[in-house]
């Protein structure tokens, strides 16, 4: 289509990685936000980028050129923290498990090396040396983590130095289609904006708005939560996963950790409070603290819950959607992986460049063809 006005919906990781392309190639953007810009699920990510075992290939190589993406546009900021992740497990199973996942990843050429104690002491000298096995420990070394609240605010202040306008507080409502195209967003407080095309970058809230325009989004969205420590004096470099927590530094000496325990002992009221349980939050700070010894000085600071969007068939949805065509997804988990790179991907076909069939796999049509588990 002709350069022309385009309205994004969600200010999270995606919604600014789209906005910021389409402004670079010259579109007028309007990006909107129910709430703050970062304040959905990209505030409360684990932000581990990687593609450590995902399937089928097409995602494994839509992660890794995410992860790419990233490692490129590091030099634009300090949000970007590389170090790779470690990894171990506790017991045969569990092991045969990670030695089996070393070897596929290898196998598509993915970066891996096998540590002993004395290796992963190496990089994290404060771990306490108890809690490693002699040796079995993977390192992935081009992994990282984010900051994905500094991303969004970088792209989103490129964005609108470039022109975008940006509204907050102020949710799409309404979409007005007639004859197979979307014409208008209609927003709570009563504006009207008139569009060439739409992305859906709503996150969680992705299914709403698509039913918005008439189309029934499968999501299966999970809740999950991070527990955010106070400064502490050791030295964290990197993502680790062991096997009673997962955690990686998080600015300022301060730790993120998380387990699936925490996740499950998450909860959202009819009110959409959400929280977790105390126990489960004591126990992943014990599990920290027999992993780092100087975690025994921190407290909790904050505990954040979050809502993965998750597409019915887990894979991301993206791209134009063929009964709709100026109506785009952006919408899947792994986002703080993928948004760079994505959406790139996504503001290319919004103004009508010819990307080849990188999409692909990812389009909503599939859904149509086989719905996930009946939905
Ligand atoms: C606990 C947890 C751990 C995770 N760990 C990882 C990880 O290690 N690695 C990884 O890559 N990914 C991880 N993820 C997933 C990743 O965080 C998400 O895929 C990503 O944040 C989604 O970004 P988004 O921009 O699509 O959504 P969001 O950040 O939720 O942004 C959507 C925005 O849309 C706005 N919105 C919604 N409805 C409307 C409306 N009607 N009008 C206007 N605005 C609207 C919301 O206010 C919100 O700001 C994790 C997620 C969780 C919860």
């Given at each position: 289509m002709a350069v022309g006005r385009v309205v994004v919906v969600g200010a999270g990781v995606y919604g600014a990685a789209v906005v910021a392309e389409l402004v670079r190639r010259g579109a007028q953007v309007t990006v909107v936000d129910?709430?703050?810009?970062?304040?959905?699920?990209s505030a409360a990510s684990f932000a581990w980028t990687n593609s450590c075992g995902k399937q089928p290939r097409a995602y494994h190589d839509l992660n890794v050129a995410g992860m790419e993406a990233h490692r490129r546009f590091a030099a634009e900021g300090d949000w970007h923290h590389g170090g790779g992740n470690l990894e171990w497990a506790d017991d045969a199973a569990r092991q045969e498990a990670l030695t089996g996942k070393v070897a596929a990843v290898q196998e598509r050429g993915y970066e891996v090396r096998w540590l002993d104690r004395a290796g992963a002491l190496a990089l994290e000298?404060?771990?306490?040396?108890?809690?490693?096995?002699a040796d079995g420990i993977a390192h992935f070394p081009r992994e990282g983590w984010l900051d994905p609240v500094a991303l969004v605010g970088h792209l989103l202040a490129r964005a609108t130095a470039g022109g975008a306008e940006l509204v907050r507080h102020?949710?799409?409502t309404g979409l007005d289609v007639h004859h197979g195209s979307v014409r208008a967003v209609r927003l709570a407080s009563g504006r009207r904006i008139a569009v060439d095309a739409v992305v859906d970058?709503?996150?969680?809230a992705a299914g709403r708005v698509a039913e918005l325009a008439g189309l029934t989004l499968p999501l299966r969205n999970t809740l999950g939560a991070l527990v955010r420590t106070s400064p502490?004096?050791?030295?964290?470099g990197r993502v680790v996963h062991a096997p009673g927590v997962h955690l990686r530094p998080d600015g300022g000496g301060r730790l993120v950790l998380r387990t699936r325990d925490v996740d499950g002992a998450t909860h959202v009221a009819d009110d959409g409070r959400m929280w977790v349980d105390d126990a489960a939050v004591d126990a992943v700070m014990e599990a920290g603290r027999a992993l780092?010894?100087?975690?025994?000085a921190a407290s909790v600071q904050e505990v954040r819950v979050g809502e993965r969007p998750i597409p019915g068939d887990k894979l991301p949805v993206l791209g134009r959607v063929?009964?709709?065509?100026n109506f785009h997804f952006a919408v899947s988990h792994s986002a703080t992986t993928l948004c760079l790179h994505v959406g790139d991907l996504v503001a290319a076909e919004v103004l009508g460049?010819?990307?080849?069939?990188?999409l692909a796999p990812f389009r909503f049509e599939r859904f149509a063809a086989s719905p996930p588990g009946g939905a």
């Amino acid at each position: 289509m002709a350069v022309g006005r385009v309205v994004v919906v969600g200010a999270g990781v995606y919604g600014a990685a789209v906005v910021a392309e389409l402004v670079r190639r010259g579109a007028q953007v309007t990006v909107v936000d129910a709430g703050a810009p970062a304040g959905g699920t990209s505030a409360a990510s684990f932000a581990w980028t990687n593609s450590c075992g995902k399937q089928p290939r097409a995602y494994h190589d839509l992660n890794v050129a995410g992860m790419e993406a990233h490692r490129r546009f590091a030099a634009e900021g300090d949000w970007h923290h590389g170090g790779g992740n470690l990894e171990w497990a506790d017991d045969a199973a569990r092991q045969e498990a990670l030695t089996g996942k070393v070897a596929a990843v290898q196998e598509r050429g993915y970066e891996v090396r096998w540590l002993d104690r004395a290796g992963a002491l190496a990089l994290e000298p404060d771990l306490d040396p108890a809690a490693l096995p002699a040796d079995g420990i993977a390192h992935f070394p081009r992994e990282g983590w984010l900051d994905p609240v500094a991303l969004v605010g970088h792209l989103l202040a490129r964005a609108t130095a470039g022109g975008a306008e940006l509204v907050r507080h102020d949710a799409v409502t309404g979409l007005d289609v007639h004859h197979g195209s979307v014409r208008a967003v209609r927003l709570a407080s009563g504006r009207r904006i008139a569009v060439d095309a739409v992305v859906d970058c709503a996150g969680p809230a992705a299914g709403r708005v698509a039913e918005l325009a008439g189309l029934t989004l499968p999501l299966r969205n999970t809740l999950g939560a991070l527990v955010r420590t106070s400064p502490v004096g050791a030295a964290v470099g990197r993502v680790v996963h062991a096997p009673g927590v997962h955690l990686r530094p998080d600015g300022g000496g301060r730790l993120v950790l998380r387990t699936r325990d925490v996740d499950g002992a998450t909860h959202v009221a009819d009110d959409g409070r959400m929280w977790v349980d105390d126990a489960a939050v004591d126990a992943v700070m014990e599990a920290g603290r027999a992993l780092y010894p100087a975690l025994r000085a921190a407290s909790v600071q904050e505990v954040r819950v979050g809502e993965r969007p998750i597409p019915g068939d887990k894979l991301p949805v993206l791209g134009r959607v063929v009964e709709l065509p100026n109506f785009h997804f952006a919408v899947s988990h792994s986002a703080t992986t993928l948004c760079l790179h994505v959406g790139d991907l996504v503001a290319a076909e919004v103004l009508g460049e010819d990307r080849g069939d990188a999409l692909a796999p990812f389009r909503f049509e599939r859904f149509a063809a086989s719905p996930p588990g009946g939905a």
